[in-house]
């Protein structure tokens, strides 16, 4: 088992040379007004929660969206999918080579695979999509679980974010939730991206503060 796990960070770090954008405290969405609101990006060495309290709400979207900026800045994204649900044919080619897809059936596995990547390092964006898993699922992950990942992530210079359908990462330090509800006739306007609505929660000693964005 320990060989096969060194045979594969020896292969990550030949197929994802690290490609880590200039040493910033966070890394840009590509979402001009996300970031503003953020103060400048998702915060790196930290854990960031997106949640998705409508089923329609654009995590999809977002996932793609930051496809297409790690594509424009030339680093690689993991994407760990906790449901199997990623459609890699609606990214295109060239967004897809900058993407390590590990697809799951199980909250549990993906937790697993996204700890892996952390340990790792090759990634500059860790991605964990846990938005249609079960709630059952999520509640059997232990707080020490997520602890743990917030140890693994402070010392290495990535984001992570964990897309949910409702916060349950209680050591995230920024967390935020989609706020769009889009019908069937909403997908078909061209510019989706610009329509992203989203509130920002993030705690500041004892203060939350709250701003949207969109």
């Known amino acids: 088992m320990a060989a096969s796990i060194i045979d594969l960070r020896k292969l990550l770090a030949e197929r994802f040379p690290q490609t ?52 424009q800045a030339g680093f690689f994204v993991a994407l760990v999918d906790g449901r199997d649900s990623f459609d890699p044919q609606s990214a295109g080619n060239e967004l897809l080579r900058h993407l390590l897809w590990v697809r799951c059936s199980h909250a549990s596995q993906a937790v697993q695979a996204a700890d892996f990547l952390l340990r790792d390092g090759n990634f500059p ?9 079960a709630a059952e699922e999520l509640r059997k992950i232990p707080q020490t679980h997520w602890y743990r990942l917030q140890r693994l992530v402070e010392s290495a ?15 995230a330090r920024l967390k935020l939730s989609l706020r769009n509800a889009w019908r069937l006739h909403d997908l078909e306007a061209h510019d989706l991206t ?6 920002v929660r993030r705690v500041q000693g004892n203060r939350q503060l709250i701003a949207r964005a969109g």
């Open 157 to 171: 210079p990535a984001a992570f974010l964990v897309l949910t359908r409702q916060t349950i990462i209680s050591s």
């Open 125 to 133: 964006l860790v991605v964990l999509d846990l938005v249609l898993n």
């Open 20 to 71: 880590f954008a200039p040493a910033t405290d966070c890394l840009a969405t590509g979402l001009p007004s996300i970031d503003e609101a953020i103060g400048g990006g998702l915060p790196k060495s930290a854990i960031t929660e997106v949640s998705s309290p409508n089923f329609s709400a654009g995590s999809a979207l977002l996932i793609h969206v930051l496809l297409r900026s790690a594509h």
């Open 194 to 199: 610009a329509r992203l609505e989203m509130e």
